[in-house]
């Protein structure tokens, strides 16, 4: 996967719910599974077993999210296993590239603030606040700042509270 913005433009787009499309949310149960169509008819084609991944809600139809994960996987889940709760993941682009790869989690929201922790890429985080360039994030009981270039979970210059 190239990196954070790879094909996810953020657009204005209304789902049928009313809210914008594509938009990120992340997994609410311990368990989900990923159907290849929107209905418990359809196969279940990958199954998630970790709560507080994110994931962008690209599609809606009737109570069925069809939903992309930060490996590029795509399915159908029902609503009511997504929660609102931003999350993101750490440079999921970066795994593999090494041992010495990490995303610098800062004091402060600048490139010059102490580190307060390396992330390896693909650490979940829990994201407090965006404001376009960086995120407030908290992780295994760390909190900091990250680049909102250096994660998935936000799209590039979002800005939230």
Known sequence: ?????????QSTTKGSSGLPLPRFVSLKAERVNLRIGPSTDYAVSWRYMKSGLPVEIIREYENWRQIRDADGTEGWVNQTLLTGERTAVAAPWMRGNGEDVYVMM??????SA????????????????????????????????????EIWGAYPGEAFK
Request: glycine share 14%; hydrophobic share 35%.
């Open 114 to 149: 102490a580190v307060t922790a390396k992330l390896e890429p693909g650490v979940v985080l829990k994201l407090g606040e965006c404001n376009g360039n960086w995120c407030r994030a908290e992780t295994s009981g760390v909190s900091g700042w990250v680049s909102q270039n």
């Open 106 to 111: 800062r004091r402060d929201s600048n490139s």
């Open 1 to 9: 996967m190239a990196g954070p913005s790879a094909g996810h433009a």
